[in-house]
C-alpha cells in the first residue's frame, strides 16, 4: 500500500539588585525588558521560527547570588550584592504555536492515538524503526509530558483504526496480520483482548462512531483488493454485521459523522481507477450508501472535517500520480453539494486536520517531503492562513485535541530523525497552543 534542532528562542532574563552605602535606594533593572513570549525587541515570533524546547510543560529557574566589592568604594563601604535570577531557554514555554513537549517510548508512523475518559491518550501500533508493524502501545500524560508503555496488542498493526467507545474502551480494528482481526483495550487494567473479527481484510479503511454507540467500518484493503463493503461493530455483543455496499470500492479515504446521524465518505483509491473524485452518504436507519457529489480534483490521503455549523470541510490529498492538492471545498448537508474551491498555503497529503475549540481548523505536515508548516482555516472568512510550524517536519503522524485546548502532535515519518534500517520513523512529539 502507498504511504510513503530545534532552533532554541535565546531568552535570558537578568535581574540585578545592588545595595549601595547608607540612604542610597535598591534598584532592579532588566536589559531587554521582554517577557517570556516576545522576542528581545518585543515583537512576537513569526511563524517560520520554531518554539522553544521545553522537557514538560512547568519551567524552571536558576538563581545565584554572589557579593563584590567596589574598589572605586570608600574602605567601609558597603560591598554590593547582586542576585542573578536566569531563566533558562529550554524551560521556557512560548505561548503560542509549537512546543516540545516528552518523547514516545518507541518512535512510530502510521499509529492511531485516541483520547481516553481519563485525558490520558492511547498511542498504538504503527510502524516502528525497523519498518515493521509495531503491536506495542503506549500512554501519553498531559500533566507530566511524558510517554510511558501500557499493555501491547494481539497482532501488530499499521493502519488501523482506533475508535472510543461509549464505554470507555477502545476498539482497534484491521491494519494487522490478518487484518480483518479486531481488539478491545480497556484503560482500567491497561491491557488489549480480542473481540469478533470482520467478514473482510481492511487497511487504510475508516471507523467511525455511530450515534447509537455502533462503530461504522467502511472500505479499505486487503492484500490484493480493495473493500466496497462496510461493517458495523456492536459493543454490547462484540460482533460485526454487513452494513452495505458502497457505490465503489475505496480505499485511503475519509470519512466524518455528520450533525443528522448520516455519515459522509469522500475521496480515497482504487486499485482500477486510481485516485477517486465521488462522494457517498450513509444512512444507518436505512443501511444505505448514496451518491453525494465530488470534489474536484479526486484526491487519496486526504481529511474530512466537520465544522461548528454543520459543514464539513474537505481539503488536501494525494492527487494523480505524484501530484499533491493545494485546495478544499465545504460540503453543505442542507443543499448536498461542495461549495467552491478554496486554495490552501500549502498543498499537503497524509497531513492532520484538527477543530480547535475557536472553531478554527489546524492543519499540520504532510507531504511533499516531511513539511514542518502549519496552517489555520477560519470558517468565518473561509480562508487559509499560515501558521507557526513545527520543530519537526512529518507526515503520517497524528494531532490530538486535547481538554486544555492544545493539540498533539505525534511520531510520523521524517527525514530529520531515521530509525533502524533508515526508516525515517520519529519519537518526537510536539504540542500546539492556539
Sequence with gaps: MSRPRFATIGLSLILVAATAVAGCTSSAASPSGSSPGETASGAEPSASESPAEIPTETATTEATATATADPTAAPDATPTSSLAIIIKPSAILKPHGFNKTGDLVLARGGHTATLLHNGLVLIAGGAGPAGMPLDMAELYDPTTGTFYQTGSMHYARFHHTATLLDNGKVLIVGGGYPSHTAELYDPTTGTFTMTGSMSFDREGHTAVKLPNGKVLMVGGGGDYSTANT???YDPATGHFTFAGHLGIPRVDHSAVLLTNGQVLIVGGRQ???GVIASAELYNPAAVLFSFAG?????????TATLLANGRVLVGGGCGTGT???????VYNPSTGAFGSSTTMVVARCQYTATRLNNGKVLMTGGSPGYQKTAELYDPATGTFTATYSMAVGRLDHTATLLPNGRVLIVGGLSDEEQGQFG???????????P
Design 423 to 433: 526508516s525515517p520513523v520519529t519519537p518526537s512529539a510536539e504540542l500546539y497552543t
Design 323 to 329: 501530484s499533491h492538492v493545494g485546495n478544499a471545498q
Design 271 to 273: 486499485s482500477t481507477t
Design 230 to 232: 462496510a461493517e458495523t
Design 294 to 302: 465530488t470534489v474536484a480534483p479526486g484526491r487519496r490521503d486526504l
